[in-house]
């Protein structure tokens, strides 16, 4: 299937997001927020995609928000029937528990944090830069740095939220918080991106979606609640699993240090 704002790929158990508006710095408006609602339709159904990867065009910027030249959700008539764009933009919102890696590179701002705040892992280039410019223009900023709790230090989220377009994050730094688990030179963010989807994509399906939702539902509830529920997961999960790692077996490889 074709998109107008992004392009769209499956190959070897991985699908790839590529944002694709850089003449508006990969912002996304309206109709991108509409086919990722389609996508995420797509991969959530397709038993051949394991993994996403979201990454953008080439060029400074992975993506700068909203496109506020076409108008943003809070300008549109009807005070109680505003809808997040997030809601659209976020695999999680939308139901899909397949592993989502972000590969960053250059501005990286304001509603783009949607696609952080919802990743599995987010990698980035040396030459990152994150930064939430809504107070600087005089907007509250609330939807992206409460969807980072629990991911960055709380005071590390209310300097970037306070600090606007006057300081940005550097890749350095970004890991140093957490906003990335890894930083990588630019010509290699994208084949970085792709060994980590594909070495996750090699693993029994059902063992790496019930992780992955056993996990994230963790972060609703209260530590005990939410071991209360996780033998659940496993009880359900584990003889499927076992089952595909029967009819697929791991082929043995070298473990890493990172």
């Known amino acids: ?8 790929e499956v190959a070897d158990r991985v699908a790839t997001i590529t944002l694709n508006r850089p003449e508006k710095l990969n912002a996304f ?15 959530r159904d397709d038993p051949d995609v394991r993994v996403i990867i979201l990454r953008a065009c080439e060029g400074r910027a992975f993506c700068t928000g909203v496109d506020t030249r076409e108008g943003g959700w809070l300008n549109e008539p009807g005070m109680f029937d505003k809808v997040d764009p997030g809601d659209m933009l976020g695999p999680k919102t939308n139901n899909v ?23 599995d892992i987010a990698i980035c280039s040396d030459d990152a830069q994150f930064f939430d410019p809504h107070v600087t223009y005089g907007m509250v ?14 005071g590390e989220l209310l300097r970037i939220t306070l600090m606007g377009n006057d300081e940005r994050v550097s890749a350095e730094s970004a890991l140093r918080i957490g906003l990335v688990s890894e930083v990588t030179a630019r010509e290699a963010l994208h084949t970085r991106a792709n060994d980590i989807a594909r ?10 979606v019930g992780s ?37 077996p ?3 490889a070298p473990w890493t240090l990172r």
């Open 1 to 8: 299937m074709k998109f107008e704002t992004v392009q769209f």
């Open 29 to 43: 408006n309206r109709r991108m927020a509409e086919e990722f609602v389609q996508i995420w339709d797509l991969v």
């Open 97 to 119: 528990w397949k592993p989502f890696i972000v590969a960053i590179h250059g501005m990286f701002a304001g509603g783009a944090l949607y696609w952080l705040n919802e990743s």
């Open 141 to 154: 900023c609330a939807l992206e740095p409460i969807g980072l709790i629990g991911r960055v230090p709380f």
């Open 199 to 208: 070495k996750i994509a090699e693993k029994p399906p059902t063992a790496i």
């Open 212 to 248: 992955l939702k056993a996990i994230w539902r963790a972060l609703d509830k209260t530590r005990t609640a939410a071991l209360a529920d996780a033998l659940h997961y496993p009880m359900i999960g584990n003889a499927a699993g076992r089952a595909e790692l029967d009819a697929e």
């Open 250 to 252: 791991l082929a043995k």
